[in-house]
């Protein structure tokens, strides 16, 4: 059964840093990998989708990573702004079944 | 965001009381899921959908129904809504090419 995780689950910054975020999964033969934005009382955004030959992907400030061979994606955000304040969640899907996802880091990005 | 409705997007029932959810899409894609998304739990599979009639379980299919009669409907039944029901509900879908997945703007659903 595919498990993924992801640390921390929680995380504040001062604006203008740099940061990662981190999300790991058991099974290593996924098909692919999405990160997701949500902020409070919404719904979920993709952001960015790495298929499983990919080894990254990048949208802005943003760049996501995959390893699948040691089942890791990063998620890198440049230069933070207070408006990159939101819970991202990262989710996979292997084979047939549907995506699978962390519980997501809770970002803050202080002024 | 695929042109993704869910209604209601608040109720407040009773236990014991049927309950239906509805999610619709204009993208004519061909997958359908329902989640709900609980504090400490993060989001689970309900039910989803490979095709008109074509429903299968997710992780925590126990005390819930679906069905899908049209490709753009996914309905979201709870016979008998208990208060472990409370929770945020979601729908989403999945064209065939099979990337990205696209998300309603969620249910909020009190079970008193």
């Known amino acids: 059964k595919q498990e993924v995780t992801q640390i921390p689950a929680a995380l504040s910054v001062p604006e203008g840093e740099n940061l990662v975020l981190n999300c790991s999964f058991t099974?290593?033969?996924?098909?692919?990998l999405q990160w997701f934005r949500q902020d409070p009382g919404k719904g979920l955004t993709s952001l960015l989708l790495?298929?499983?030959?990919?080894r990254e992907q990048t949208s802005g400030r943003l760049n996501a990573s995959l390893d699948k061979s040691s089942g890791r994606s990063t998620l890198y955000i440049a230069a933070s702004q207070p408006g990159d304040s939101a819970t991202y969640l990262c989710?996979?899907?292997?084979?047939?079944?549907?995506?699978?996802f962390g519980k997501g880091t809770r970002l803050s990005v202080i002024a | 965001d695929a042109g993704i409705t869910q209604s209601p997007r608040h109720k407040v029932t009773e236990t014991g009381t049927p309950v239906t959810l509805r999610c619709h899409q204009t993208?004519?894609?061909?997958?359908m899921y329902w989640y709900r998304q609980d504090p400490g739990h993060g989001l689970r599979l309900i039910h989803y959908?490979?095709?008109?009639?074509?429903?299968d379980k997710g992780e925590v299919s126990d005390g819930y129904s679906v069905s899908r009669s049209k490709t753009e409907d996914f309905l979201l039944t709870l016979e008998s809504a208990t208060s472990s029901q409370t929770s945020v509900y979601f729908c989403a879908t999945l064209g065939d090419s099979q990337e990205t997945q696209y998300f309603g703007p969620g249910t909020r659903l009190l079970v008193l």
């Open positions: 959908s490979y095709g008109v009639k074509d429903t």
């Open positions: 993208e004519n894609h061909r997958y």
């Open positions: 099974d290593s033969a996924i098909y692919n």
């Open positions: 790495i298929q499983s030959s990919q």
């Open positions: 989710a996979v899907i292997s084979g047939n079944t549907p995506l699978v």
